[in-house]
C-alpha cells in the first residue's frame, strides 16, 4: 500500500539488498524510521507536517514491508547492519548529514545509527523504547509478561516462525489493538497485517538479533554516549515496570530532552502533532 502523497523507489543498501523508500517534501533531511508489526505508512501524518520545510525520508526498515527481505547470516538484522542501511539510503539520496528519528525497532536502529555514525546523524528521536540492554535488564517478574513476544522471538531459528507462522495475523493484531488506544483505520491495518504476514521469518530474525547480535554490540560500547541532541518520547513505563526512564536513558544521552506521553504506543498515529512538535524542537537544539 502507497501513500498517495508520497515518491516511491527502490534504494540498493547492500549486495543483493534494496529498499522500499517513501519521500516527501523539500528542505534539510528527515530520516523516519517506522516500529514493530508496522511499514513506512505509520508516518503519514507526521510527514505531512514535517514536509512544509523538511525532506522526509521513511524507508521500510529489511525484513520489513516492502524492502527485501535477506536470510538471516547472524549479523544480516543487527541494528549495526540495518544503522548502515539508514545511511547508505540518506546518501543514495545526496543526504550526508540528517536528523533521524525512529519508533520501536526503528528507535533501536536509530540509536546503533547515531553511536556508529555520529558524524552523519545531527539530531536524534525516540519514541517509547528503552536501549537494548535497558531493555532486558527492566524486563523482569511477573510484569515483564508484557514483553513475552521478545523473549518467543528470542529462540533458536524454527519454533518462533512456525508459532507466528501458523496464524500471523492473530499474532500480529494482538500488538495493533494491544498497544493502542485508538483503532487504525481498517485499510491502514489490513496493510500492516499483510506486510508482517509476508515478512515473518525475517521479523522474528530482528527480535532475535536483539537478544543476541545487538547485546552483544551494544555491551562492547558501554562507555559509548549519543553526541547529538536527543528527544525521547515515551509511555510511563517506569511507573509499571519499576524504573526511572530518564535516568537511563541520560547515560546514553546527555544532550537529552525525556517527554512522557499519554497516548498509546503508536504515537506517531495517534498523536501526531506530539509528535511532529517534539522532532520540530529537537531541530531547533
Known amino acids: 500500500m502507497n501513500h498517495e502523497a508520497f515518491d516511491y523507489q527502490r534504494v540498493q543498501v547492500d549486495d543483493g539488498v534494496t529498499l522500499n523508500v517513501a519521500t516527501t517534501g523539500g528542505g534539510s533531511p528527515v530520516v523516519l524510521l517506522h516500529g514493530f508489526p508496522q511499514t513506512h505508512l ?28 535477506p536470510a538471516d547470516t547472524g549479523t544480516t538484522y543487527s541494528k549495526r547492519t540495518m544503522g548502515t542501511d539508514v545511511v547508505a539510503v540518506a546518501k543514495a539520496l545526496g543526504h550526508d548529514r540528517f536528523a533521524l528519528a525512529g519508533h520501536d525497532r526503528g ?5 546503533r545509527t547515531g553511536l556508529d555514525h555520529p558524524n552523519h546523524v545531527t539530531h536524534l528521536a ?34 518462533a516462525e512456525e508459532l507466528i507462522g501458523a496464524r500471523p495475523d492473530a499474532f500480529f493484531g494482538h500488538f495493533l489493538d494491544l498497544w493502542s488506544t485508538t483503532p487504525f483505520p481498517a485499510d491502514v491495518r489490513a496493510e500492516y497485517l499483510r506486510a508482517s504476514r509476508e515478512a515473518v521469518t525475517s521479523i522474528v530474525a530482528d527480535y532475535r538479533a536483539s537478544a543476541t547480535i545487538d547485546v552483544e554490540h551494544d555491551t562492547a560500547d558501554g562507555k559509548a554516549q549519543l553526541r547529538m541532541p536527543v528527544t525521547v518520547l515515551q509511555q ?8 526511572d526512564a530518564e535516568a537511563l536513558w541520560r547515560r546514553w544521552a546527555p544532550d537529552l530532552d525525556h517527554r512522557t506521553v499519554s497516548c498509546g504506543h503508536f504515537m506517531a498515529e495517534e498523536a501526531p502533532d506530539v509528535v511532529g512538535t517534539a522532532i520540530r524542537d529537537l531541530l531547533t537544539r
Not at 510527514?47 to 527481505?69: E, F, N, Q, W
Not at 519514541?127 to 533458536?156: C, E, I, K, Y
Not at 510511563?236 to 524504573?243: I, P, Q, R, S, T
Open 236 to 243: 510511563d513505563w517506569g511507573a509499571a515496570l519499576g524504573f
Open 42 to 69: 505509520m508516518w503519514r501524518h507526521v510527514a505531512a507536517d514535517l514536509a512544509a520545510d523538511h525532506t522526509v525520508i521513511m524507508p521500510d526498515l529489511r525484513g520489513y514491508g516492502d524492502s527485501d527481505k
Open 126 to 159: 525516540s519514541l517509547d523504547v528503552l536501549p537494548t540492554l535497558d531493555m532486558w535488564d527492566v524486563m523482569r517478574g511477573t510484569s515483564a509478561v508484557v514483553g513475552f513476544h521478545l523473549f518467543l522471538m528470542a529462540q533458536p531459528p524454527g519454533l
Open 107 to 111: 528507535a533501536l536502529v536509530a540509536f
